[in-house]
């Protein structure tokens, strides 16, 4: 079939063709009904074809549907057209981070802001069950959103994805590792995949690439060489690149371990870490150089382990490993409420044992003007909030890997709340409330804005027969 502009192929009619590559060719279509861009995808079938292609093809074709949120692009519709398959999508505007490469290496902050962007939308694909199994630059869109000019992360091409609901026609009918070679993770060269920390290691690649200039496994050309992947340590990024601060490669030589177990156990943890990069605990990682064949070795016989437990594996379901926040209250501190709140926080910190623990605080600031730093003893507010955080949590007993501190500043505290659970993917929320006075009956307290408008669960902890505080001379903003 000749496909050329003004050839209607179902409801949609070819406008112009915008790619033409070895798996697929993209052309931006028109419906007489649909106002927003357009792009359909249609496989290459032609004489000689891989059949993976077309296997790889129906599983897009499976899951697109079933995916939604700001990281995917919208599904439209899929068909046939005389044996020619295809699907149409929302055509969003913008480069992917292959463009950026010839421009690499990349600025260290530039690296964490675009690899915090990738890690939040993988998030988001996680929570719908979904691994994405060819995380790569080329997959990778960065869009613009043009009414707010946000940045963020959009996934393409989902033909080597697993939905953990659904069958895997890739597993079935192949008996080779599916992925990019460069950037396939290593369980998925033993075979198995669905692991959502594959989507990290990944992730972990493209950071290096854009931080380095350079592939830390080289490419690849058979199953052999991926699996030397297995034992070989890349070298340390901050080798090629001295500029590279010791936090960044602490994160991305912990997303290139081979041991899944050894990673961020989910990536929106992995996120946190790159917005967050004062919080981050090194490791003998942050100073890595290459370990030699001592420590290949090493790493070879890690890898025995994993080849015996690869079919174990396959069964692993999507897990979770949560991000927590609990908000304090550094105004008003009450002994009972503070308790309790400590107490719940360590019930769940507890319960959910890979789940990380954000300890936050806001900072009243004027709406208008400058407000100082220091306060009438000439010192630091932001850093004495720090030390009280620090002495709260301390009975809590976790260490500094689980924990990490952080003082906002905003005009309402509500504000700065549901933004920082929103921005962050937090999973859960935990605050105190004091009792319901007037004022707050008549204007809402921000515990009860933060359950309403919070995109997380919510739990308010109230201490009984709690006796009303004296305000002391901190200018935090209290946490109702």
Same mark, same amino acid.
């Given at each position: 079939?000749?496909?050329?502009?003004?050839?209607?192929?179902?409801?949609?009619?070819?406008?112009?063709?915008?790619?033409?590559?070895?798996?697929?060719?993209?052309?931006?279509?028109?419906?007489?009904?649909?106002?927003?861009?357009?792009?359909?995808?249609?496989?290459?079938?032609?004489?000689?074809?891989?059949?993976?292609?077309?296997?790889?093809?129906?599983?897009?074709?499976?899951?697109?549907?079933?995916?939604?949120?700001?990281?995917?692009?919208?599904?439209?519709?899929?068909?046939?057209?005389?044996?020619?398959?295809?699907?149409?999508?929302?055509?969003?505007?913008?480069?992917?981070?292959?463009?950026?490469?010839?421009?690499?290496?990349?600025?260290?902050?530039?690296?964490?802001?675009?690899?915090?962007?990738?890690?939040?939308?993988?998030?988001?694909?996680?929570?719908?069950?979904?691994?994405?199994?060819?995380?790569?630059?080329?997959?990778?869109? @960065?869009? *613009? !959103? =043009?009414?707010?000019?946000?940045?963020?992360?959009?996934? +393409?091409? #989902?033909? /080597?994805? &697993?939905?953990?609901?659904?069958?895997?026609?890739?597993?079935?009918?192949?008996?080779?590792?599916?992925?990019?070679?460069?950037?396939?993770?290593?369980?998925?060269?033993?075979?198995?995949?669905?692991?959502?920390?594959?989507?990290?290691?990944?992730?972990?690649?493209?950071?290096?690439?854009?931080?380095?200039?350079?592939?830390?496994?080289?490419?690849?050309?058979?199953?052999?060489?991926?699996?030397?992947?297995?034992?070989?340590?890349?070298?340390?990024?901050?080798?090629?690149?001295?500029?590279?601060?010791?936090?960044?490669?602490?994160?991305?030589?912990?997303? @290139?371990? *081979? !041991? =899944?177990?050894?990673?961020?156990?989910?990536?929106?943890? +992995?996120? #946190?870490? /790159?917005? &967050?990069?004062?919080?981050?605990?090194?490791?003998?990682?942050?100073?890595?150089?290459?370990?030699?064949?001592?420590?290949?070795?090493?790493?070879?016989?890690?890898?025995?382990?994993?080849?015996?437990?690869?079919?174990?594996?396959?069964?692993?379901?999507?897990?979770?490993?949560?991000?927590?926040?609990?908000?304090?209250?550094?105004?008003?501190?009450?002994?009972?409420?503070?308790?309790?709140?400590?107490?719940?926080?360590?019930?769940?910190?507890?319960?959910?044992?890979?789940?990380?623990?954000?300890?936050?605080?806001?900072?009243?600031?004027?709406?208008?003007?400058?407000?100082?730093?220091?306060?009438?003893?000439?010192?630091?507010?932001?850093?004495?909030?720090?030390?009280?955080?620090?002495?709260?949590?301390?009975?809590?007993?976790?260490?500094?890997?689980?924990?990490?501190?952080?003082?906002?500043?905003?005009?309402?505290?509500?504000?700065?709340?549901?933004?920082?659970?929103?921005?962050?993917?937090?999973?859960?929320?935990?605050?105190?409330?004091?009792?319901?006075?007037?004022?707050?009956?008549?204007?809402?307290?921000?515990?009860?804005?933060?359950?309403?408008?919070?995109?997380?669960?919510?739990?308010?902890?109230?201490?009984?027969?709690?006796?009303?505080?004296?305000?002391?001379?901190?200018?935090?903003?209290?946490?109702?």
């Amino acid at each position: 079939m000749k496909l050329q502009a003004g050839l209607r192929i179902g409801e949609f009619s070819l406008v112009e063709l915008l790619h033409e590559g070895g798996m697929s060719r993209l052309w931006g279509v028109s419906h007489a009904q649909i106002d927003v861009p357009l792009l359909m995808k249609l496989p290459r079938i032609d004489y000689g074809e891989t059949v993976s292609q077309v296997v790889s093809f129906e599983v897009e074709r499976m899951l697109m549907p079933l995916l939604g949120g700001a990281h995917v692009p919208r599904f439209f519709a899929s068909g046939e057209f005389e044996d020619q398959p295809w699907l149409v999508m929302q055509r969003l505007h913008g480069e992917t981070l292959e463009s950026l490469l010839g421009s690499t290496p990349l600025a260290p902050l530039r690296v964490a802001r675009l690899g915090a962007l990738a890690a939040l939308a993988l998030d988001d694909l996680h929570r719908q069950r979904v691994v994405h199994l060819d995380v790569k630059p080329g997959n990778l869109l @960065l869009h *613009v !959103d =043009p009414l707010n000019q946000q940045e963020r992360i959009v996934l +393409l091409d #989902f033909g /080597l994805s &697993h939905h953990a609901d659904l069958p895997d026609l890739l597993a079935e009918q192949f008996n080779v590792p599916m992925g990019t070679a460069a950037y396939i993770a290593p369980e998925q060269v033993l075979g198995v995949r669905n692991d959502p920390r594959s989507d990290l290691f990944a992730l972990g690649v493209t950071l290096y690439q854009l931080a380095t200039g350079k592939l830390p496994f080289g490419t690849p050309i058979s199953n052999n060489g991926m699996k030397r992947r297995l034992f070989q340590e890349p070298a340390a990024p901050r080798s090629l690149n001295p500029q590279l601060p010791r936090w960044l490669q602490e994160i991305i030589l912990r997303c @290139l371990e *081979v !041991d =899944p177990n050894l990673r961020h156990p989910t990536a929106a943890q +992995l996120a #946190f870490d /790159l917005m &967050h990069p004062e919080q981050v605990a090194l490791t003998a990682r942050a100073d890595l150089r290459q370990g030699g064949r001592l420590m290949a070795f090493r790493r070879w016989l890690l890898t025995l382990g994993s080849r015996v437990e690869a079919d174990e594996h396959k069964a692993l379901p999507v897990s979770r490993a949560p991000l927590i926040m609990v908000a304090i209250d550094l105004k008003q501190s009450n002994p009972a409420l503070d308790e309790a709140l400590r107490e719940m926080t360590r019930r769940v910190m507890q319960t959910a044992t890979d789940a990380r623990l954000a300890c936050v605080t806001v900072l009243r600031v004027a709406r208008i003007g400058i407000e100082p730093n220091l306060d009438a003893e000439g010192r630091s507010r932001h850093v004495k909030r720090l030390v009280a955080l620090r002495h709260w949590a301390r009975s809590l007993d976790l260490p500094e890997r689980r924990i990490t501190y952080h003082v906002l500043e905003g005009t309402e505290a509500a504000d700065a709340l549901i933004d920082y659970a929103r921005s962050n993917a937090i999973d859960h929320l935990l605050m105190g409330a004091r009792g319901v006075t007037g004022v707050r009956r008549m204007l809402g307290s921000v515990s009860s804005r933060v359950v309403a408008e919070a995109n997380c669960t919510v739990t308010v902890v109230r201490a009984h027969a709690v006796a009303p505080a004296e305000p002391d001379a901190d200018d935090s903003t209290p946490v109702p």
